[in-house]
T-cell receptor
Framework: DQQVKQNSPSLSVQEGRISILNCDYT??????FLWYKKYPAEGPTFLIS?????DKNEDGRFTVFLNKSAKHLSLHIVPSQPGDSAVYFC????????????FGKGTKLSVKP | SQTIHQWPATLVQPVGSPLSLECTVE??????LYWYRQAAGRGLQLLFY??????ISSEVPQNLSASRPQDRQFILSSKKLLLSDSGFYLC????????????FGNGTRLTVT
């Protein structure tokens, strides 16, 4: 049973437009959420995180939104650049769970010039 | 700054052969260490984590084992590989257990033939 779901396996966006990557979760005990970016043949790179006490966190072109009532979070990339093309993983954890991150299956983002 | 080294990058092993993947972290002390696996079409799954030397926790029953002989060294092993052990293995570290992002190595692509 998947606790973290990324229902879109892929997303294609034009350069300069907004990319919106979505993630849903089922475990209401999750209180920390992260997004990772992964290029082929490399490990995932931490991108941005959000605690459950917030509903928004922004870092440059990247913004993560959290809707706890809907158990939904999203990553917005504005403006999208070709270098953003990668697989994006959503992850969630429970405080005190020894860093056990539960990952989604990932969404492959393609930003076209 | 902290760095994480993981080797080899790729590995092809026959069924029934042993396995040893090594991971070392530099630039930090007493990190939490993790082994994740990404099987084809799946998200990242936590296999083992360690909060200190000789302390190993297993998340899923499997054909693999882990050891932490030194503070910044984490080893993933198997006595006899199965076909189902094929996948992308990632080592990661974090500073502590509470809301610290994981930092991943570049991974090992293991193919069991």
């Amino acid at each position: 049973d998947q606790q973290v779901k990324q229902n879109s396996p892929s997303l294609s966006v034009q350069e300069g437009r907004i990319s919106i990557l979505n993630c849903d979760y089922t475990n209401s005990m999750f209180d920390y959420f992260l997004w990772y970016k992964k290029y082929p043949a490399e490990g995932p790179t931490f991108l941005i995180s959000i605690s459950s006490i917030k509903d928004k966190n922004e870092d440059g072109r990247f913004t993560v939104f959290l809707n706890k009532s809907a158990k939904h979070l999203s990553l917005h990339i504005v403006p999208s650049q070709p270098g953003d093309s990668a697989v994006y993983f959503c992850a969630a954890s429970i405080v005190g769970s020894q860093g056990n991150l539960i990952f989604g299956k990932g969404t492959k983002l393609s930003v076209k010039p | 700054s902290q760095t994480i080294h993981q080797w080899p990058a790729t590995l092809v092993q026959p069924v029934g052969s042993p396995l040893s993947l090594e991971c070392t972290v530099e630039g930090t002390s007493n990190p939490n260490l993790y082994w994740y696996r990404q099987a084809a079409g799946r998200g990242l799954q936590l296999l083992f984590y360690s909060v200190g030397i000789g302390q190993i926790s297993s998340e899923v029953p499997q054909n693999l084992s882990a050891s932490r002989p030194q503070d910044r060294q984490f080893i993933l092993s198997s006595k006899k590989l199965l076909l189902s052990d094929s996948g992308f293995y990632l080592c990661a570290w974090s500073r502590d257990s509470n809301n610290s992002p994981l930092h991943f190595g570049n991974g090992t692509r293991l193919t069991v033939t």
